[in-house]
């Protein structure tokens, strides 16, 4: 492999890794500010004992998110140095302002948070964990808006041999990169309401301490439900913006292979792309993929020959990628309903078969996320910067393959220790359930302080 091909594999490596812990932090935030809230409200002992309890998992997972986040940015200046150069003036912009703002709230307020039992009132602790909730989100939109305009770039010029921004206004509205925003925090929080669901699950099947599993599982599906909808309902209009900034990636999705008006929604497709064409279409839907793609029913859908082959993406990764999402998609949605009317009958002790389901579907929404960033990533190839700079054109000229392999040895290493560190202890922590003894101490001092 040359360096080329190493850096990307690096960078593939350590993102889609750090991916594995963004998501949960996004929604498991929101949940456990809502259970502190609920506590706040009802004085309730049991809403108290679900803050801690969830809110160990959240730090935990926090923690190894916020070490794995930090090799990314070092990464632009060491392996990517040319697209540094080239797109600096634009893409430095939202990462500082997420670093110095978003970042800096969420760090101080989760320290507030962790330390402020006993010493701060239960008002100001609660708003100390929605204000951390609030900061991820927004530190979400400000890196998404970074990789939204390298997708559908705005609010620039090609001066001096590199890119300048002109218009901050036009980046920070970007559609794409909002519609991105949407469907990711989304995505982060149908992660969150299934990681709830199944460890509620997994307790529930043993009997193990039922009101507080059944009323945190019954909260998750809720949250899981609004978010998987919200997912659906999102994810078609930003394939609508895919469709139009980046028609090479929605043929690569779809498979689309001629132009043409009025396309159907083949729902069986088979790509053969060494033919160029399909080698199975069968139950499609009439002028469906048209529909999707403009909300129009006879609109004309670009196909993959009628783009440069220099200029197409890889066809099976995006492709596939892309259908298992939409299948996960559909999925969380029809589970999360499923445990909603079941979690609100009150007939969840009795669906041992479902609460197994939930239980081995806990990690689907981390897949669905790995299969969304391969579908934006591989889908946006060749380009680093779509239409202005290619990834051929973007790396360090100064760097050797054999550094490379250094460094992506020693991550992949690194990497290897907290990614076991990570499941042993969200593994053990999950098990072990709530701690009744540390609760108790806490209430106290939190009913003396309110």
């Known amino acids: 492999m040359d360096v080329l091909e190493l850096s990307r594999l690096q960078f593939a490596l350590t993102s889609m890794f750090h991916f594995i812990f963004v998501p949960l932090t996004l929604g498991l935030s929101i949940l456990v500010a809502f259970m502190e809230t609920k506590y706040l409200r009802t004085r309730n002992d049991m809403y108290l004992r679900m803050t801690k309890f969830w809110g160990k998992l959240f730090l935990i997972n926090f923690a190894l998110g916020i070490v ?12 990517w140095s040319k697209y540094s150069e080239y797109v600096g003036d634009i893409f430095g912009a939202p990462l500082a302002i997420e670093a110095t703002a978003a970042f800096f709230l969420e760090s101080t307020f989760i320290g507030l948070w ?6 701060i009132s239960p008002r100001l602790h609660a708003i100390s964990i929605w204000i951390v909730a609030f900061a991820t989100n927004l530190s979400a939109l400000w890196i998404l808006l970074a990789n939204g305009w390298m997708q559908h770039p705005v609010g620039y010029v090609l001066a001096n041999g590199r890119a300048e921004m002109v218009d901050f206004g036009a980046m920070v509205t970007n559609p794409y990169g909002l519609l991105k925003f949407g469907h990711q925090i989304l995505a982060g929080y149908a992660v969150a309401a299934f990681f709830v669901m199944g460890i509620s699950a997994w307790h529930l099947l043993r009997q193990n ?8 599982f019954r909260i998750a599906a809720i949250f899981g439900l609004v978010a998987s909808v919200g997912i659906a309902i999102v994810g ?6 895919v469709a139009e900034a980046q028609p090479a990636k929605f043929a690569a999705m779809e498979s689309v292979w001629d132009t043409q008006k009025g396309a159907d929604y083949n729902l069986l497709v088979i790509p053969d792309t060494s033919g160029e064409q399909n080698s199975v279409e069968a139950l499609g839907i009439p002028d469906g993929l048209s529909f999707l793609a403009t909300k129009s029913f006879d609109s004309e859908v670009t196909g993959l020959k009628d783009i440069p082959p220099d200029e197409r993406p890889p066809v099976w990764a995006t492709f596939v990628s892309f259908r298992l999402m939409i299948i996960l998609g559909i999925a969380f949605i029809t589970l999360a309903a499923i445990a909603t009317v079941k979690s609100g009958r009150g007939s969840l002790l009795k669906s041992r078969k479902f609460l197994g389901i939930m239980v081995w579907a806990l990690p689907l929404p981390y897949i669905a996320n790995q299969l969304g960033w391969v579908v934006a990533e591989v889908g946006r190839q060749p380009w680093i910067v779509y239409g202005v700079l290619r990834t051929a054109d973007a790396g360090s000229p100064a760097v050797s393959a054999s550094q490379v392999w250094t460094s992506l040895i020693a991550f992949t290493l690194v990497y290897g220790m907290l990614g076991a560190l990570d499941i042993y202890l969200l593994f053990k922590v999950a098990r072990k359930g709530p701690d009744d003894d540390l609760t108790h101490i806490v209430k106290s001092a939190t009913l003396q302080g309110a």
């Open 209 to 216: 301490q039922t009101e507080f599993f059944k009323t945190s």
């Open 68 to 79: 794995t986040g930090i090799t990314l940015e070092f990464q632009f200046g060491m392996n």
């Open 114 to 119: 962790i330390f402020g039992w006993n010493r």
């Open 236 to 241: 078609d209009f930003h394939a609508a913006g």
